[in-house]
């Protein structure tokens, strides 16, 4: 059973990036696609992007794209979700997730990295 | 873009029968997914491709996808079903590629 660990919160200021990691225990790593979603306070939740370590290919949602990088290290079995220019709406709790195959679930989800972006 | 659109809200009482609807066009025709999140937890899977329930979810979920609905319907309802519930598509013409539904928050009463 795949576990994911995210890194710890984070405070930024506008105009500053971001970097949140994903670690997976098992020995799956390359076998699927890990995606990005994020959920602003009390709202609901939205895909960001994600990436298939093994071919190394990442996609984005259209909204982000230029602004969110998502990369992996096979080696150590982490994934990244780089988000830069910030702005106060992208103050939001940032999950990563397994995604077996394109029209499968995301499951299982990491625990969550709040992500406050202020002044 | 594809929408996937729900009801804000579901109360219902405890032992009676919750139904959420999740409607998009033709989402008859794709695999939905249905997610629960409880306050302050990451979501949880409790039903995969329209209607399968994975290790670990209660009998009592269930799900249905047909024409412009999909159905996620949680019988003898327990207090700790409450909680906030997304539908999920893959729609690979889309600029979103996974679009999650607007969310429900049940209500246990």
């Known amino acids: 059973q795949v576990q994911l660990v995210q890194s710890g919160a984070e405070v930024k200021k506008p105009g500053s990036s971001v970097k949140v990691s994903c670690k997976a225990s098992g020995d799956t790593f390359n076998s699927y696609a890990i995606s990005w979603v994020r959920q602003a306070p009390g709202q609901g939740l939205e895909w960001m992007g994600g990436?298939?370590?093994?071919?190394?290919?990442?996609h984005y949602a259209q909204k982000l794209q230029g602004r969110v990088t998502i990369t992996a290290d096979k080696s150590t079995k982490m994934a990244y979700m780089e988000l830069s220019s910030l702005r106060s709406e992208d103050t939001a709790v940032y999950y990563c997730a397994i995604l077996a195959s394109g029209s499968a679930p995301f499951d299982p989800w990491g625990q969550g990295t709040l992500v406050t972006v202020s002044s | 873009s594809y929408v996937l659109t729900q009801p804000p809200s579901v109360s219902v009482a405890p032992g009676k029968t919750a139904s959420i609807t999740c409607g998009g066009n033709n989402i008859g025709t794709k695999s939905v997914h249905w997610f629960q999140q409880r306050p302050g937890q990451a979501p949880v899977l409790v039903i995969s491709?329209?209607?399968d329930r994975p290790s670990g979810i209660p009998e009592r979920f269930s799900g249905s996808n047909s024409g412009n609905t999909a159905t996620l319907t949680i019988s003898r309802v327990e207090a700790g079903d409450e909680a906030d519930y997304y539908c999920?598509?893959?729609?690979?013409?889309?600029?979103?590629?996974?679009?999650f539904g607007t969310g429900t928050r049940v209500t246990v009463l």
């Open positions: 999920q598509v893959w729609e690979s013409s889309s600029d979103l590629l996974y679009v």
């Open positions: 491709y329209d209607s």
């Open positions: 990436i298939i370590p093994f071919f190394d290919t990442a």
